[in-house]
């Protein structure tokens, strides 16, 4: 594997999305945002399958993620395990 493919926090970050989206389609009962972060996670995977992204972006992607699903407790370990993954491409710089 070469470029992004070889890329150890695309693979990471990929699999992080797989397992949280899984887990959201077999989630039960009614999620009014389930769409939207069904929507997001599949725009966070096309992200980092075609390129580095951008950690602006990831971190937007995730805040949304996680206002659509962060109150579901079940899905906290995948939200965290999605979190940790963007992580892995940079931190963002902190306020001085």
Do not use: C, K, N, W
């Not at 805040?63 to 999605?82: D, F, Q």
Request: glycine share 10%.
């Amino acid at each position: 594997m070469t470029g992004v493919e070889g890329d150890p926090r695309v693979q990471d970050l990929r699999g992080a999305v797989a397992r949280l989206r899984r887990q959201l389609a077999v989630l039960p009962g009614e999620l009014p945002d389930r769409a939207a972060a069904d929507d997001e996670l599949a725009a966070l995977d096309a992200m980092v399958s075609h390129g580095l992204p951008e950690v602006p972006r990831l971190r937007r992607s995730l805040l949304l993620i996680a206002g659509a699903v962060g109150s579901v407790s079940a899905l906290s370990p995948a939200l965290a395990e999605v979190r940790a993954g963007i992580d892995r491409f940079g931190e963002l710089p902190r306020a001085r």
